[in-house]
């Protein structure tokens, strides 16, 4: 099957500070990727859908300014969180169908501490 | 999208078929049953998808009554690496602009 990629796998940052999450489709196109996050113990949340050439549509609740999505590529989106504080705290995984209609791919996911 | 509703949690032993089943009442004509499994720390992983009665494939197989309203994942002789979480989501085949929809899954924890 397909396979997409996260990078990094985990990440530690101190409060305030910004982290970058990139999301690799690696032997398809992708022209739309999603984003999910997942507290411990709880089901995976739709946060927003990325979309390759346009703006990204988040979820009610999600705030826009604050988890940045920039999808340049057709295999590349990211996850950018601004000014982190631990309750950003989670797993962060995205999905991406290798075509539509088709089966949706997940990547391994990222595991995003905040102190 | 139709809401999902399963066992929270179930405990089997090593070497048993294990049989989780997903309640969907309000199935749609044009959703399709599909199940992933979770590892700790990983993303979901496909394991199987069907629309009625039977499918099976070399991980498992899936049994969709003819009202389609549930649906049983069987897992044959499971072993301890087959612990994990699993959901069942019954959403529209043509999801390939669409996100999934998980609902709370099945924790199985398999024991020696």
């Known amino acids: 099957g397909a396979v997409v990629s996260q990078h990094p796998s985990w990440v530690i940052c101190k409060s305030g500070t910004s982290v970058k999450i990139e999301c690799r489709s690696l032997?398809?196109?992708?022209?739309?990727m999603f984003w999910y996050r997942q507290f411990p113990k709880q089901s995976l949340m739709l946060m927003a859908t990325?979309?390759?050439?346009?703006?990204?549509?988040?979820e009610q609740g999600v705030e826009k300014d604050k988890f940045l999505i920039n999808h340049a590529s057709l295999t590349l989106s990211t996850l950018t969180v601004t000014s982190a504080h631990p309750e950003d705290s989670s797993f962060y995984i995205c999905s991406a169908p290798e075509r539509e209609g088709g089966e949706q791919f997940f990547g391994p996911g990222t595991r995003l501490t905040v102190l | 999208l139709a809401k999902t509703t399963q066992p929270i949690s179930m405990d089997s032993y090593e070497g048993q078929e294990v049989n989780i089943t997903c309640s969907h009442n309000?199935?749609?004509?044009?959703?399709?049953i599909t199940w992933y499994q979770q590892f700790p720390s990983q993303g979901p992983r496909f394991i199987i998808q069907?629309?009625?009665t039977k499918v099976t494939n070399e991980v498992a197989s899936l049994f969709i009554p003819a009202d389609r309203k549930s649906s049983t994942l069987s897992l044959p002789r499971v072993s301890l690496s087959d612990t994990a979480v699993y959901y069942c989501?019954?959403?529209?085949?043509?999801?390939?602009?669409?996100?999934?929809?998980f609902g709370s899954g099945t924790r199985l924890q398999v024991q020696p």
């Open positions: 032997d398809f196109q992708a022209t739309t």
């Open positions: 989501l019954a959403q529209p085949r043509d999801t390939g602009r669409r996100a999934l929809t």
């Open positions: 309000n199935i749609a004509t044009n959703d399709y």
């Open positions: 990325s979309n390759e050439g346009s703006k990204a549509t988040y």
């Open positions: 069907g629309y009625k």
